[in-house]
């Protein structure tokens, strides 16, 4: 049995006060021991948890048990949802799950607390990061938290369902249809105006924008497969000898003419440092457009976006910075899979950047952000992986 001392920390959003061991126990043996109870919960397939009013679990189905490998009900007792799933936010507080400035934007702390407030059922959707053996894994749930008065108390039985692959699924073809879609239409209507010209000097210069839009088209497709080979794990970096300094003309020239990028100037700032180096040019130089897409579409018509990199300590660091300022909702989640600024079934371009970076490159990612200079997204890659 764990994280149920009974005690009162500091917190940014839900209260941080928890049940006292001794009532943990007593609420265990009076649910448990309600035969229609335990067989109604067991005969869920999904994940049901009942919760006390302080929101830690004090009884579970059999599905959980069967998810946590767990025996006894010490395995799970006393947690809140967020501790038992090792949600990486759940220890940075005293408090622990439901206490931090991130858990106000947490689709399970939310909802258990308004079906508290409101005694009513609500559903939503939760994502949570996840830090178990020493990787990282990202879950995307759907959560119902459901009234359920017992003996006098007010618990709350909470029901969790894990979507992440259906969520994936409709995002990567989404986003996949739609780029895809806007460059081959693109290509078509190129390849339309091409037949009907007669001057040769258009012919050429309709040529040469036909082969920048193929080009774009298998970009597209290659980026797609690699996010897919990265998530399940079957991507083999393909680590060659790389100049730092073409890398960030290439993604500069890739997206220079990109429809995003009206009106707006990309610079790359010149490069000092080691002429070459090695790692997988393909995945980094996806990395880099992502985040240079990404700051291109915060920034206004007339906007600056910068590419520079600077040697260090045996790395090389990216950066990538515009004017525009990520207020504290988005930033909060800006890394986690499927969330998205750009409408539902989005939201793989900064959780592929750092899956990609820190998983396939060996490096790391952050971002800073302020609304006097900026955001500036950061990668750091090793000289030699």
């Not at 906007?303 to 950066?319: G, P, Y």
């Amino acid at each position: 049995m764990k994280n149920i001392i009974g005690f009162k920390a500091d917190t940014m959003f839900a209260a941080s006060e928890r049940t006292p061991e001794a009532d943990i126990l007593d609420f265990y043996n009076e649910l448990s021991g309600n035969t229609m109870l335990r067989m109604i919960s067991d005969a869920m397939p999904d994940v049901a948890t009942i919760l006390s009013p302080e929101r830690q679990i004090v009884y579970a189905n059999k599905a959980l048990l069967e998810i946590i490998s767990g025996s006894s009900q010490d395995d799970y007792l006393g947690d809140r949802p967020g501790e038992l799933l090792s949600c990486i936010h759940s220890a940075e507080t005293a408090g622990g799950c439901g206490t931090t400035d991130s858990c106000r934007f947490c689709g399970a702390v939310n909802a258990i607390i308004e079906c508290q407030r409101t005694g009513e059922q609500v559903n939503d959707e939760c994502r949570i990061t996840s830090e178990i053996n020493g990787q990282t894994h990202s879950f995307d749930l759907h959560v119902t938290a459901t009234p359920f008065p017992f003996n006098g108390q007010r618990f709350v039985i909470f029901a969790v369902k894990d979507i992440s692959d259906k969520k994936r699924r409709r995002a990567l073809e989404k986003m996949f249809f739609h780029d895809v879609l806007n460059t081959a239409t693109g290509l078509n209507g190129l390849l339309y105006v091409l037949r009907e010209a007669e001057d040769p000097l258009m012919m050429k210069e309709f040529i040469e924008f036909a082969e920048k839009a193929a080009h774009d088209l298998v970009e597209d497709i290659m980026s797609q497969r690699a996010l897919t080979a990265a998530e399940s794990g079957d991507l083999v970096p393909n680590v060659l000898i790389y100049e730092v300094a073409e890398v960030m003309r290439d993604v500069a020239a890739y997206l220079k003419h990109h429809k995003m990028a009206e009106g707006k100037t990309i610079v790359v700032e010149p490069f000092e440092g080691i002429y070459e180096t090695r790692t997988d040019t393909q995945l980094l130089k996806r990395v880099l457009i992502n985040l240079v897409k990404n700051a291109l579409e915060a920034s206004f018509r007339t906007d600056t976006v910068t590419l520079k990199a600077t040697e260090t300590h045996n790395k090389i660091i990216f950066s990538v910075s515009n004017p525009g300022f990520i207020p504290e909702g988005v930033r909060l989640q800006i890394f986690q899979r499927s969330f998205s600024t750009k409408g539902a079934d989005r939201g793989l371009g900064t959780y592929s950047v750092k899956l990609l970076t820190t998983k396939y490159l060996g490096g790391e990612v952050s971002f800073k952000t302020d609304e006097s200079n900026g955001t500036t997204f950061t990668v750091s890659i090793p000289l030699v992986i």
